[in-house]
């Protein structure tokens, strides 16, 4: 890369700064323009149940990004990944406003199944997800100097001895589908939780392990990872997991579609309940985000694959709890290793 | 990735024309470093919007300047008031504060400069060298070694016990204790949280250290006039730049010892998932045990100081090792990293050397010229800083806790974590009027979750065999040196005693 191709140089910091500080004293204006009348009367504080730097980071970011143009504010998130994503919420039922100024930007999948493990401090009727923004499917995947280079591999290697999977928790849907295709075949799976997709994959990369299972656009990012497996009805990015299966087609199940990152917002059923209008232009804004060409090259720009976003409204979100409960329970005990 | 000289000193005059990038994010690092709470990964984060407007080579380099800083930064509260700015530099004041205390500050200073720049250099000229070899330490340095890793560093409580066995046992099983709050890492079941949310992930580190080091410190150090003895103070008025010199002069004489120490951090460093906090405290451990005059350590021996710092600046080139050759971050500032290039499009790996050697090369290079212009610029401040030393403590003590209070809130932002940084400070204070050591509470505190994570990772792969410990080759082979470097100081002082009894008789 030449030095004249850098978008920031000495002259463009100094620039850059004042032009920052000019902007910033500026952009408060027409905020306060907006504030006056009416919702929303601050910015929009979204409580994250993961850690910084991850998928849902990158996805919030990019989102937030367009969104703040059609309602007019600001977000500010804050991350609390503590105990599988569970502080997050529990801080967010117990400490955020009820008013639509407080949203939680979770993965529906994951933390979901934590509420199928252990119960929450809160009734789970008390908050709702109203806006999927993608798909995410689950994935095995095995590193490039594995031994093991296809699903069929894993499956007959699992047959002569247990092998180690790696995921980022136990209570996954990548984890599930895992399971379910161990029970299946008769191939033994012993899920080792790593706490998060860098460690997994980093479980994986160094060999720790023999293979893994995650949401997919966290491993095709990485070279020498390959996916071999798909818990999904179709390969939606062939060119992305040339190698990839379908498990249901190819092993003769009926698992139903298991989305590992459908990450989604989510609100108070109360603030909803007291602030209707409110909770109407936070969706309504929120829907002319996915169309917004801005939009599409943000999502573009964070490398995540344009294939994998995609809205799902407060009814489409419910039918995927419900499902993603409904698998949960029945294979609770593997999940809490009471099996 | 095949390491081309050409490359690399194009490489290096090309970094030096980044000048403007560097000695700003120096000064930055520098200051973040030092402030409790703050590291190199959150102000990373922070300045997201500005790295992310830069170009990937810009960019690049602004943050590895402002990673290796940070970590010289961390030691310098360390030596001066008792307050290790990061996790890393917990091994620091061990050794630096009592020089501070002796009107030496100066001289740590220096030490602590040169020694981070020198360990610093010299693992990043090794990194860039032996990069295809080191790359594959992580393949063989899985959970069960790790445990062993992680003993070397626990075992310094056992050091630290040696002078009174049952305080220092009980101070560090104290810190185990705590180390082990919050959810476990497989079933993320919740022990020891008392109902509180703010637990769950663990008993959080910065409130910890800053508790047990700085607020236990500044409550301490209220009791007299100033932090330093009768003598630290005739010594403090001298003035000059003698104590630079000495340092300096002091750090040279012992080049082997920075050489070593630095590379037991390049070597943790590589090892994902591990850092500065493992390195520091082993390094540390092993210094002694392998000194001729190990009843220094502790006192304000210079050796002591040393070693930490070499250690943690060696980690900073190793944990971007497996980042770059095998796409996996050593650390979190790594992992951030990694973000940013992603955002770019850039994607790490073995391709990038082939695709964009700048991009591959120039972190180390950037980390090289970082060095030696931290060495230039922030070498000479040590005679300025040292100055801190003579405030009065009832200035003194307010601020420490001021700042302790802010860098305990700042990394999660909870009120929760201010009270716990005051709890620990009274903990520290109790301990210490009673001679139990912190540094042992904090060992078990900063290594404890770190051993029950690998050890339940070993655990759950080898499905509850107990045995795996001992599994592997290079496992048992780092069992056998931790067993002889446990009882080599014993056979040394058996046979000084041997000595000094001949000499008797003679």
Redesign the interface.
């Known amino acids: 890369?030449s030095?004249s191709?850098?978008?920031?140089s000495?002259r463009g910091?100094l620039k850059?700064a004042g032009a920052a500080a000019g902007f910033g004293a500026l952009s408060t204006l027409p905020f306060r323009a907006a504030f006056a009348a009416g919702f929303p009367e601050r910015n929009i504080n979204v409580y994250v149940p993961t850690r910084?730097?991850g998928g849902a980071d990158?996805n919030l970011r990019a989102f937030t990004g367009v969104w703040k143009k059609y309602l007019n504010t600001n977000f500010e998130p804050?991350f609390y990944?503590?105990?599988?994503g569970?502080?997050g919420y529990?801080?967010y039922m117990?400490k955020a406003a009820a008013d639509c100024h407080d949203l939680i930007f979770g993965n529906m999948g994951p933390e979901v199944l934590?509420w199928v493990?252990?119960e929450p401090t809160f009734p789970l009727d008390a908050y709702f997800y109203f806006a999927q923004v993608d798909a995410d499917p689950a994935v095995m995947f095995v590193s490039d100097k594995s031994k093991m280079q296809t699903v069929d591999d894993v499956v007959a290697e699992g047959k002569k001895r247990?092998l180690?999977c790696a995921t980022s928790?136990?209570?996954h849907p990548a984890s599930l589908g895992t399971l379910a295709l161990g029970a299946k075949t008769g191939a033994s799976f012993?899920l080792?939780?790593?706490?998060g997709g860098?460690?997994t994959?980093?479980g994986v990369?160094?060999?720790?392990?023999d293979f893994g299972c995650l949401p997919a656009s966290s491993v095709i990012?990485?070279?020498?990872l390959k996916v071999i497996a798909l818990f999904e009805p179709k390969n939606t990015m062939p060119d992305l997991m040339p190698d990839a299966v379908i498990v249901n087609d190819h092993f003769g199940m009926d698992l139903p579609p298991l989305v590992a990152g459908a990450r989604a917002f989510g609100i108070k059923k109360e603030a909803a309940d007291k602030y209707p209008d409110r909770y109407d232009m936070l969706v309504s804004s929120l829907e002319k985000v996915f169309p917004d060409p801005e939009y599409k090259e943000a999502v573009i720009?964070?490398?995540a694959p344009w294939e994998l976003i995609g809205y799902g409204d407060r009814k489409a979100c419910a039918e995927y709890v419900e499902n993603i409960t409904r698998i949960g329970t029945e294979y609770k005990s593997l999940l809490?290793?009471k099996s | 990735m095949e390491f081309s000289l050409d490359i690399f000193i194009e490489q290096f005059a090309r970094t030096f024309?980044f000048w403007?990038v560097i000695l700003p994010s120096i000064f930055l690092g520098l200051v973040v470093g030092a402030i409790p709470g703050f590291s190199a990964a959150n102000t990373i984060?922070i300045l997201l919007p500005l790295t992310l407007?830069?170009?990937?080579?810009?960019?690049l380099t602004f943050m590895i300047a402002l990673y290796a800083s940070s970590r010289m930064g961390a030691g310098i509260p360390a030596i001066l008031v008792n307050i290790p700015g990061t996790a890393g530099a917990a091994a620091t004041p061990l050794d630096g504060y009592p020089m501070a205390r002796q009107g030496k500050a100066q001289q740590a200073l220096a030490i602590s400069f040169v020694s981070s720049v020198l360990g610093g250099l010299l693992t990043t000229i090794v990194a860039l060298l032996a990069m295809p070899w080191l790359s594959q330490v992580?393949?063989y340095l899985?959970?069960v070694e790790m445990i062993v890793i992680m003993i070397f560093g626990i075992s310094l409580i056992a050091t630290i016990a040696a002078r009174d066995t049952l305080k220092g046992l009980i101070a560090g099983f104290f810190g185990l204790m705590i180390g082990y709050v919050?959810?476990d890492?497989?079933?993320?079941a919740?022990r020891g949280t008392f109902g509180f949310?703010?637990l769950?992930?663990g008993v959080p580190l910065i409130p910890a250290l800053v508790g047990l080091f700085a607020v236990s410190e500044a409550f301490a150090v209220i009791e007299g006039e100033s932090i330093l003895t009768q003598r630290g103070r005739e010594l403090m008025q001298k003035g000059g730049w003698g104590g630079t010199i000495d340092g300096l002069r002091e750090t040279l004489k012992r080049w082997w010892h920075v050489v070593w120490t630095s590379m037991i951090g390049l070597v943790i460093g590589v090892v994902?998932?591990a850092g500065a906090a493992i390195a520091s405290f082993v390094a540390y451990q092993q210094s002694r045990t392998f000194s001729k005059t190990p009843e220094l350590y502790g006192t304000g021996h210079i050796e002591g100081l040393i070693a930490p710092e070499a250690a943690n600046n060696g980690v900073t080139s190793g944990t971007l090792i497996?980042l770059l050759v095998?796409?996996?971050?050593g650390g979190a500032t790594a992992?951030?990293m990694a973000?940013v290039l992603?955002?770019h499009?850039v994607?790490v790996?073995?391709?990038l050397f082939m695709n964009?050697p700048?991009l591959a090369y120039g972190p180390f290079t950037a980390m090289a010229v970082t060095y030696a212009l931290m060495m230039l610029t922030v070498l000479p401040l040590a005679r300025y800083m040292s100055n801190i030393t003579v405030v009065s403590t009832v200035y003194m003590a307010p601020i420490i806790i001021a700042f302790t209070l802010v860098g305990a809130f700042v990394p999660r932002?909870y009120t929760f974590d201010m009270y716990l940084a005051l709890g620990f400070g009274v903990i520290g204070y109790i301990a210490r009027k009673t001679g139990y050591h912190v540094a042992a509470i904090l060992i078990g505190v900063i290594l404890g979750p770190l051993l029950e994570q690998y050890f339940l990772?070993a655990l759950?792969?080898a499905?509850g065999d107990v045995m795996v410990v001992f599994s592997s080759t290079i496992g048992n082979i780092l069992w056998a040196m931790l067993l002889l470097s446990i009882i080599f100081p014993y056979l040394m002082e058996a046979r000084r005693r041997k000595a000094r009894d001949r000499d008797a008789t003679a």
């Open positions: 890369m030095k191709d850098s978008s920031f000495r910091l850059g910084e730097g990158r804050t990944p503590g105990a599988a569970r502080v529990e801080t117990g934590n493990v252990k247990t180690s928790r136990l209570a012993n080792v939780p790593l706490s860098r460690n994959r980093a990369t160094t060999g720790e392990v990012a990485q070279t020498n720009k964070t490398k809490t290793g | 024309t403007w984060i407007a830069m170009d990937p080579e810009t960019g992580a393949y899985h959970s919050g959810a890492v497989v079933y993320e919740p949310l703010e769950y992930d994902p998932g497996p095998i796409g996996v971050p992992a951030i973000v992603q955002y499009g994607t790996g073995p391709d964009s700048e932002e990772r759950r792969i499905q």
